[in-house]
Structure formats: C-alpha cells, structure tokens
C-alpha cells in the first residue's frame, strides 16, 4: 500500500513538473514573439 502512494506522488510530481517546464517555455516563447509581433507575424 505504501508504494502505490509513493509512485502516485511520484507521477504527480512528474506532471507538475513537465507543466511547470512547459508554462516557462511558453512564456519565454511569447517574449520572443511579441518582437516578431510589431512586424505583424503572430
């Protein structure tokens, strides 16, 4: 019983990990886009 929790733990770490990596690369793409932005390119 101990495990199971611990590997539920772990994959939920997991996840909030790869998300958190995911919103910085968002945002760092968003700066980068918004000077792209002024020209007109989306």
Do not use: F
Not at 10 to 36: F, G, N, P, V
């Amino acid at each position: 019983m101990g495990t199971k929790k611990r590997k539920e733990n772990y994959q939920q770490a997991r996840c909030l990990t790869l998300l958190l990596i995911e919103l910085t690369e968002d945002y760092q793409m968003r700066k980068h886009k918004k000077r792209y932005c002024l020209r007109g390119n989306a």
